[in-house]
């Protein structure tokens, strides 16, 4: 994106972009996670809820835990984590893109493990779907990594490499969620709902206020809506 786009984002576009990548989020939370946990509960009976209410709470706490120990920095330059570090503002940017695919790796992971594994709540599609629609959004995600960097004037080539090396845990995070899933198939509902509540918590804590605050929060908004359709679309007709 960084080799196609203006050197400086508008506010606008950087609204569409979050909004955007936010709905996907929120829809793969939910058609391919948290759909596929309730269903492979379901000899809980009337406590079915329990596997993904409780893999939902903890994959929220991992992230907020994450959130906490790792120095980033967000769009509006405000910055949380541990105070004191030395790390650059560059670094601090590519990081805080960097927690939000940890869980997006998760969750493509964890998916392939169930379709693996023969579940049969999950189909080679429905993985598929998952994968392009993380995919999709990782445009958006890499603009919002690449482009305040060459705003501040770093070379295009050396923008492009942060934004790819922010999206490097994501395969990395779904081989090691495979590898960990396929072991322990009993407890798959509680690896999709992991990897939804850690979504999730991305995006009410990251990505919806990044898309409202301010002007423009109507165009986040309605991204946020063709975002969540997108996703819908994929999941239920791949799926």
């Known amino acids: 994106m960084v080799f196609v786009l203006k ?18 989020m929120v829809a793969a939370s939910f058609w391919s996670l948290l759909v596929p946990a309730l269903e492979q509960s379901e000899s809980f009976g009337k406590f079915a809820f329990i596997p993904a209410a409780v893999g939902f709470l903890i994959g929220v706490g991992f992230l907020l835990l994450l959130d906490e120990i790792t120095p980033h920095m967000h769009l509006d330059l405000t910055e949380e984590g541990p105070k004191g570090s030395r790390l650059s503002r560059s670094l601090k940017l590519v990081l805080a893109v960097t927690l939000h695919n940890i869980p997006e790796g998760m969750a493509v992971g964890v998916v392939y493990a169930g379709w693996l594994n023969g579940n049969s709540t999950i189909t080679y599609f429905g993985a598929l779907a998952l994968a392009i629609g ?106």
């Open 134 to 239: 993380i995919a999709i959004q990782n445009f958006p995600e890499g603009a919002i990594v690449s482009m305040p960097l060459r705003a501040e004037g770093m070379p295009k080539w050396k923008t492009f490499l942060y934004g790819v090396l922010s999206g490097l845990v994501e395969p990395i995070g779904s081989v090691l969620t495979i590898l960990c899933a396929s072991q322990v198939v009993p407890l798959l509902p509680y690896f999709l709902s992991f990897a939804a509540g850690a979504m999730m918590y991305v995006v009410v804590e990251e990505l919806i206020p990044e898309m409202s605050e301010g002007k423009h929060s109507n165009i986040g908004t309605v991204l946020f809506a063709v975002g969540f359709v997108t996703m819908m679309i994929l999941d239920v007709s791949l799926g």
């Open 7 to 24: 050197e400086n984002m508008s506010e606008k576009l950087q609204k569409a972009l979050t909004g955007f990548a936010a709905g996907v």
